[in-house]
């Protein structure tokens, strides 16, 4: 139950799924807060929360892509199309490499900042670069390019996953949801 | 000359070789403070500062004068957006206050090489009393006065309105001081 069998998605691939989903849909919203919010000590904590959430998906992140490795994915029903496998593969590859990526590209802008921070207030997160103020403006300039790119990948994932269900009628996305939620 | 006058004066002369002024040697010389952000420490350094000492004596120092001026406005944290924040009349407000000082003509040796000086430091605009220790290093002509001590941010007013309650940024303060000095006569 825990792990993927050829038709359908194992437990735990469910939860790293759903949990990163509602982390980036938290983080997206809590980043541009804590970018636009006036100097404040609100401010602060904002993006003590976005940077945090971050690290936390980048955590998942790295023990889910060690999963799906170890653990093969259900196949796509028999009929689908080439094209189709292949732009799966492409957008899946594509997800994982932008929710470790945009992270990453945070992580280099809080150590080019030399600003202090700790984990959820408790864990003090090591510079992975030196204070360098082009440098941050540079994986600024990369962390909102690839926020651009995760969000039209995740339009092309969510709109492939509603068509599966609403126009061709399979188990595509069904099968991702928790099995209570009254899958046959 | 009577020899009893010759030992006096020549005790006196020795007593005023060894009771010297000392002036700070730049370059070497640091004064650092670490703030708290969001728990974690966020160290800053006054870049431009200067200390003199004078008349200290290392083994008698209650006549010694110690002065420190501190170019507020030299204050750097490493990071942009903090250095133009600190810059405000909420933080250092350096319009205003561009100077800190601290003056302290009670100084006392605590220990061998330890001694501490009781004066007032004046930041932005306000005066408080504050006790400095510091170890003292001497070798011929150059001196290294080295020390830390806490102060209190809202003393001084540093960090009020919204941010006066400290939960983002803590109310305690360390300074550390590594202090190179030259003899001057």
Redo the contacts between chains.
């Keep these: 139950m825990i792990a993927n069998t050829p038709e359908s998605w194992g437990g735990l691939a469910k939860f790293f799924h759903w949990t990163v989903a509602l982390l980036i849909l938290a983080q997206i919203p809590l980043g541009f807060a804590a970018a636009l919010w006036r ?3 609100l401010k ?2 904002l993006f ?1 929360w976005h940077k945090s959430t971050g690290m936390l998906i980048l955590a998942l992140m790295l023990v889910r892509l060690g999963w799906r490795l170890a653990n093969p994915a259900p196949g796509l029903p028999p009929q689908t199309p080439c094209w189709e496998r292949r732009a799966a593969h492409a957008s899946h590859g594509l997800l994982y490499a932008l929710a470790i990526a945009l992270p990453l590209s945070g992580w280099v802008i809080n150590s080019a ?6 984990v959820f ?1 408790l864990v ?1 997160l090591p510079p992975i670069a030196a ?1 360098d ?1 082009r440098l941050e403006d540079l994986a600024k300039l990369a962390h909102f390019s690839l926020l651009v790119a995760l969000c039209l990948v995740l339009a092309v994932h969510i709109g492939a996953a509603l068509r599966h269900h609403l126009i061709k009628r399979n188990d595509v996305l069904l099968r991702m949801l928790p099995r209570a939620w009254g899958r046959p | 000359m009577r020899p009893e006058w010759v030992l006096a004066l020549g005790v006196l002369v020795s007593a005023q070789a060894s009771a010297a002024d000392w002036k700070m040697d730049p370059a070497p010389s640091r004064l650092e403070f670490v703030a708290t952000f969001e728990k974690t420490a966020a160290p800053g350094v006054f870049k431009e500062f200067d200390t003199r000492l004078e008349r200290f004596e290392p083994e008698k120092p209650e006549a010694a004068k110690l002065d420190v001026t501190v170019k507020v406005t030299s204050a750097d944290m490493k990071n942009g957006d903090v250095n133009r924040a600190i810059r405000g009349p909420e933080w250092f407000d350096f319009a205003r206050f561009p100077q800190a000082e601290f003056h302290a003509d009670d100084i006392r040796r605590v220990a061998p090489g330890r001694y501490l000086a009781r004066g007032v430091l004046s930041l932005k605009g306000m005066k408080k009393d504050l006790e400095v220790p510091f170890t003292w290093q001497e070798s011929a002509n150059a001196a290294t006065m080295e020390g830390e001590l806490n102060v209190e941010r809202l003393q001084f007013g540093i960090g009020t309105g919204e941010w006066a309650d400290g939960k983002t940024i803590g109310l305690g303060v360390r300074v550390k001081f590594n202090v190179r000095l030259r003899k001057v006569g």
């Design positions: 100097l404040s000590p602060l904590e003590v900042a030399a600003v202090p921070f700790s207030w003090p204070p103020e």
